[in-house]
Nanobody, 119 residues
Framework: QVQLVESGGGLVQPGGSLRLSCAFS????????MGWFRQAAGKEREFVAS????????YYADSVKGRFTISRDNAKNTVYLQMSSLEPEDTALYYC????????????WGQGIQVTVSS
């Protein structure tokens, strides 16, 4: 019954900004964290950022730290990924996901949304 829908992707030039949104539904009381992952063509899926549901503690991959910001708006049932200073290396299919418990894996995933950084 957990549902995640990403939006906001698209084409942006290097150095530009883009904000991804993940609209969510489900029994959020049981959620431990939400995260953003990405998978570039020919590469494995990698962690980008996460936010703990209780307290809002955030974590970032070294490759995006200082450029990306994860946040959430409970009133809008949405988690965001604000991406700035985008580089061609950021080009990937981006997914949002739910980690239901501390010992759980990310077991609920959105459909993914494409971000392309190119001149």
């Amino acid at each position: 019954q957990v549902q995640l829908v990403e939006s906001g992707g698209g084409l942006v030039q290097p150095g530009g900004s883009l904000r991804l949104s993940c609209a969510f539904s489900g029994r959020t009381l049981s959620w431990y964290a939400m995260g953003w992952f990405r998978q570039a063509a020919g590469k494995e899926r990698e962690f980008v950022a996460s936010i703990r549901w209780s307290g809002g503690t955030t974590y970032y991959a070294d490759s995006v730290k200082g450029r990306f910001t994860i946040s959430r708006d409970n009133a809008k049932n949405t988690v965001y990924l604000q991406m700035s200073s985008l580089e061609p290396e950021d080009t990937a299919l981006y997914y949002c996901a739910v980690k239901e418990g501390y010992f759980s894996s990310y077991n609920y995933w959105g459909q993914g949304i494409q971000v392309t950084v190119s001149s």
